[in-house]
RNA sequence: GCCGGGGUGGCGGAAUGGUAGACGCAGGCGACUUAAAAUCGCCCGAGCACUCUCGUGCGGGUUCGAGUCCCGCCCUCGGCACCA
């Protein structure tokens, strides 16, 4: 019988989940006798399109991690579930009017169907999705816990607004005035919201930063987001008002040269700034319009206006100006800053107004350049290198040796006190759509709040006529019926179910919490299988979620953690991020896309099979439009799921970016049929070692999977194992003994075929519950060696001897070798280098 | 502009400072076959005055020896971007 990948498969999957093979058990007592490992996937919102060979990249690598953990002997947590709540689905809803539950459920029931093809060894039975109300009940439950610490509140706040979805955005959802999904157009506004103060968080979640094992681009990344500075905040008083102004400054170094004060354009402060003064319905009216052209705009040229008003500087004790500029944001620091001549962006806009300079930082041994820096001519910025002049006591030092100097002089005079400011903000919690959960918050007649108590949980969305807002454009919630939108407390007050729901990121920040015990109906998770089960061990997921998603999660685990119910500090102790998968798009001269069976290549050109015109070929992401999606179906009905995992792990390193190639399948399916045909050879009952070369190489290849696989090498650790399919094959004769303990090592990789010829070959057990065989450190390497002989360290020749000759030895024989004695031509070496079992270098 | 990846054959990629190109794809030649497919074997960076020379984005450096380490650049992908 040949390979057929499409009855084996089958075959081996109903088998694991009639035999439970991966399923856990809760029962503490039995986990407690083995090791845990958890390893968990960025679990998927299940779009309409369905799986893209994309994302089984990642599921994949887990997978093998898995199998191959539990065969060393893990308790292995192994989840699957579904962030199944979103707009998508939502305007799905709309469009079709059905329920958004009808085609999330859809949804997921493509992509369960589509995963399990790949034979991934989850645990089902923990399988999860946040649209379920068992499980959303939880996520309005930590929100209750959020608003009694004072970390969710209501507030004004500008929002962005997106007029075509009728509803708000997270700052991170929009990008240059757009909606990032959808490209809609997104305006200000100011709207009550709800909040969460995740920057009362921000000291923590950049500290803890430290102890992980994350790609280092992406814990760059939350620091940047997080944004800590510290600086100094100046305090000053505004001349003709009694009104103090204060400004933060994190480069207070040049604090002597300050001349002049911005204020943004939309701060609270502005108003009272300008009353009194000529003109200030003209400042105003700029300052707004400064406001608007900036919205959704990238880089700008400075732009501002006169307030009419001063500020008293003390450092100086001279006046200087206050104006209105473009580039102030009202939301950082204080919203107002004092420049200097050594700030880009003051420098420009002193120039524009012509305001005065007064530069006091020069780089030091460049008189020239310090002469351009003396007259303003160029803007010198190194607060590091540069030596400070007109400074007071600091004149003549280097700006960066008296930093702490400075402040503690700063705060001696009065003029400021230290202050760290971040970028982060808080956390715009509300959506107004209804595929959401719903805050479980009542508004009460007076104005105030009522948070629903956990026994009102969970809080179900209502029936609503249709999923859009109404015609007063409030939230779809608000079309409930009056008895859902009209609550009585047990106290007989009457109040209003809030009609706004949470956004996307809500049940995706503690959905590895769940899977530990998904079926507590009194607890979102047992604390002693939490403390036995966390943190994550390894969790892989695109870069996509290297701030938001990732942030939030470690934001409301510290609040768990604060709250007493989970015991670590982080959830995600080590994290992987997958490359995206790429592929070829063939496009002609118009710009059209074709799809890759409509094209064929003449030598190195491309062209359209049907009419001949050429078309250009590029790898680029795969998206519909581009007609280069990759259906994990058709490669799965090709070449079966063993090739699929295999390929989706041989093409490259797991955290690079690589275009994905049908015919690389060929390859790795070819090496499947060579271990088929070799299991199906005469195999020989003598123990493995009456074949020495091959059960060397045997442990050579144990040993390489081993350690490449559990440091995410999975392309090297398939090449040594075609290495050793590739050696059996011509190997005389095949021990059953290493046939066997070859299919343990490629099972985790390629476990149904390896099933199946394990028990083709007469054995009982799956193979899925054998453990990982242990390699013999001592077969791993050869006994001889083969040497490199170099001449003035060029390549001349080499020799095969013994493992660990001594070095004189290796040296004489070198010396003999009749290359060598060409090469050096009578010349007596000047110096012999020897690396053992490695090289010689003779130097002449 | 700042931060972080990445530049190695026709292609995906491999190489604790020690034979550059493992493994695979594509291609070539041969065997088997009536033939094709499949399979198996061999070849496959470039040049050439062939015991050789050049070759890992570019220019320097350290070293007996550099894809790998150091300095200075270029290109490319991703993230952030008036954050004081």
Redesign the pocket.
């Known amino acids: 019988m040949t390979y057929d990948p499409s009855v084996i498969e089958a075959k081996w999957q109903n088998r694991w989940e009639q035999d439970k093979t991966f399923e856990l058990p809760q029962d503490l007592s039995k986990l407690r006798q083995k090791p845990k490992y958890y390893v968990l996937d960025m679990f998927p919102y299940p779009s309409g399109a369905g799986l893209h060979v994309g994302h089984p990249e990642g599921y994949t690598a887990t997978d093998v991690m898995a199998r191959l953990k539990r065969a060393q002997g893990f308790n292995v947590m192994h989840p699957m579930g579904w962030d199944a709540f979103g707009l998508p689905a939502e305007r799905a809803a709309v469009r079709e009017n059905i329920h958004p539950a009808i085609i999330t459920k859809r949804n997921i029931d493509n992509f369960r169907r589509q995963i399990k093809r790949l034979g991934f060894s989850y645990d089902w039975s923990r399988e999860v999705s946040t649209a379920d109300p068992d499980y959303y009940k939880w996520t309005q439950w930590i929100f209750l816990k959020l608003y009694e610490k004072g970390l969710a509140y209501l507030a004004e706040v500008p929002v962005n607004w997106c007029p075509a979805l009728c509803t708000v955005l997270a700052n991170?959802e929009v990008?240059d005035g757009k909606y990032v999904e959808t490209g809609d157009p997104v305006e200000q506004r100011i709207m009550r919201q709800w909040m969460l103060k995740i920057t009362a968080y921000a000291e923590r979640l950049l500290q803890d930063l430290d102890g992980l094992d994350w790609?280092?681009?992406v814990i760059?990344?939350q620091r940047?987001?997080i944004?800590k500075?510290e600086?100094l905040l100046f305090t000053a008083k505004v001349k003709d008002l009694d009104l103090n102004i204060q400004?933060?400054?994190?480069?207070?170094e040049t604090f002597h040269a300050d001349t002049y004060v911005v204020i943004?354009p939309d701060h609270p402060l502005l108003p009272t700034l300008v009353n009194g003064i000529s003109n200030a319905a003209e400042i105003l009216a700029y300052s707004k319009k400064m406001v608007e052209k900036?919205e959704g705009?990238?880089?700008?040229?400075?732009?501002g206006i006169f307030t009419g008003r001063y500020v008293e500087d003390p450092v100086n004790q001279v006046d200087i100006p206050i104006w209105v500029a473009?580039?102030?944001?009202?939301t950082?620091?204080?919203?107002?800053?004092k420049c200097s001549a050594h700030?880009d962006?003051?420098f420009k806009f002193a120039k524009k107004y012509g305001l005065r300079l007064q530069p006091g930082l020069v780089p030091p041994n460049e008189p020239e350049l310090a002469a351009r820096v003396r007259a303003q001519e160029v803007c010198y910025t190194d607060m590091i290198n540069g030596i400070l002049e007109h400074a007071g006591p600091f004149s003549g030092k280097r700006s960066g040796d008296c930093r702490h100097e400075i402040i503690q002089y700063c705060q001696d005079k009065g003029f400021a006190v230290p202050k760290v400011?971040y970028?982060l903000r808080d956390w715009l919690f509300s959506r107004q759509r209804y595929w959401g959960e719903p805050i479980p918050v009542v508004h009460l007649k007076d104005g105030s709040l009522q948070p629903l108590p956990e026994s009102a949980l969970p809080l179900e969305l209502p029936k609503v006529d249709a999923y859009k807002p109404t015609e007063d454009g409030q939230p779809p919630l608000a079309r409930a019926s009056e008895d859902w939108l009209e609550v009585k407390l047990p106290n007989g007050q009457i109040g209003r179910r809030e009609t706004n729901t949470m956004p996307q990121w809500g049940g995706s920040c503690w959905y590895y919490l769940r899977y530990l015990d998904p079926k507590n109906s009194n607890q979102f998770c047992d604390p002693e299988l939490e403390k036995y089960w966390m943190p994550v061990d390894l969790y892989v997921g695109g870069?996509?979620h290297?701030?938001l998603h990732l942030l939030y999660a470690r934001f409301w685990h510290k609040v768990l953690y604060d709250c007493g119910v989970v015991s670590t500090k982080e959830p995600f102790q080590k994290l992987f991020n997958q490359g995206m998968i790429l592929a070829h798009s063939y496009q002609d001269s118009a710009g059209k896309y074709y799809y890759p069976d409509e094209v064929e290549s003449k030598g190195?050109s491309w062209s359209v099979k049907a009419t001949g015109e050429p078309v250009k070929t590029q790898v680029e992401k795969m998206s519909k439009s581009r007609y280069n999606v990759v259906n994990p179906d058709d490669v799965i009905a090709k070449y079966g799921a063993d090739s699929m995992r295999l390929y989706e792990l041989?093409?490259?390193?797991l955290?690079?970016?690589?275009?994905w190639?049908t015919?690389?399948v060929?390859?790795?399916y070819?090496?499947l049929?060579?271990t088929w045909?070799l299991a199906k050879r005469e195999l020989s009952e003598q123990p493995g070692s009456s074949e020495p070369g091959l059960w060397r190489q045997l442990h050579k290849t144990l040993k390489q999977v081993q350690e490449h696989t559990l440091e995410l090498?999975y392309?090297?650790a398939?090449?040594q194992m075609?290495?050793f399919v590739?050696e059996a094959?011509?190997a005389q004769t095949l021990p059953k003994e290493i046939m066997l303990t070859f299919l343990q090592v490629l099972a985790p990789y390629a476990p149904h075929i390896c099933e199946e010829l394990w028990e083709r070959l007469g054995q009982k057990e799956l193979i899925s519950k054998t453990s990982w065989p242990v390699f013999d450190p001592a077969l791993c390497t050869e006994d001889e060696v083969?040497i490199?002989i170099?001449v003035?360290?060029?390549?001349?020749d080499?020799m095969r001897v013994a493992r660990g000759l001594a070095k004189e030895v290796v040296e004489q024989q070198a010396l003999e070798l009749p290359?060598v004695k060409?090469?050096l031509n009578g010349a007596a070496p000047k110096?012999i280098?020897v690396?053992p079992d490695?090289?010689v270098?003779l130097?002449v």
């Open positions: 991170e990008k790609p280092e681009g760059e990344m940047n987001w944004g500075s600086g400004t933060f400054s994190a480069h207070f943004a900036r705009s990238t880089e700008q040229e400075p732009d473009n580039f102030a944001i009202a950082y620091g204080t919203g107002i800053i700030d962006r003051d400011s970028k870069v996509e290297a701030v190195s041989f093409m490259g390193p955290d690079q970016v690589k275009p190639q015919n690389g060929e390859g790795v070819r090496f049929q060579r045909r090498r392309n090297t398939i090449s075609m290495i590739n094959t011509a083969v490199v170099q003035n360290g060029k390549r001349r080499e290359q060409y090469f110096k280098i690396v490695k090289i270098n130097v």
